[in-house]
Nanobody, 115 residues
């Protein structure tokens, strides 16, 4: 059974940091590129960050470049999103997704940036 389980979300003040994790199981993690998406209330889901299956290449949305870092540990079947200098506009539900022969989605984790 394929599972992607996000964790690490929560409430943080502007300027703060959070590290999201996404633990994968049920498929060959190292064969899949991994992405983080987010969806704010009333807005469409948007791509935040992407990492290739071996971790050699990453891409970011312009809105998070220089603040967010995606990484992965294929030995632990886990992808991470380090989020620094958080802004209120980063408030959203964050989803991880595996992209390969199939596409898999996690259930999401809420990130709220507010004072």
């Amino acid at each position: 059974q394929v599972q992607l389980v996000e964790s690490g979300g929560g409430l943080v003040q502007p300027g703060g940091s959070l590290r999201l994790s996404c633990a994968a199981s049920g498929f060959t993690f190292s064969s899949y590129a991994m992405t983080w998406y987010r969806q704010a209330p009333g807005k469409e889901r948007e791509l935040v960050a992407y990492i290739t299956n071996a971790g050699g290449s990453t891409k970011y949305a312009d809105s998070v470049k220089g603040r967010f870092t995606i990484s992965r540990d294929n030995a632990k079947n886990t992808v991470y999103l380090q989020m620094n200098s958080l802004k209120p506009e980063d408030t959203a539900v964050y989803y991880c997704s595996a992209r390969g022969y199939y596409t898999y989605w996690g259930q999401g984790t809420q990130v709220t940036v507010s004072s």
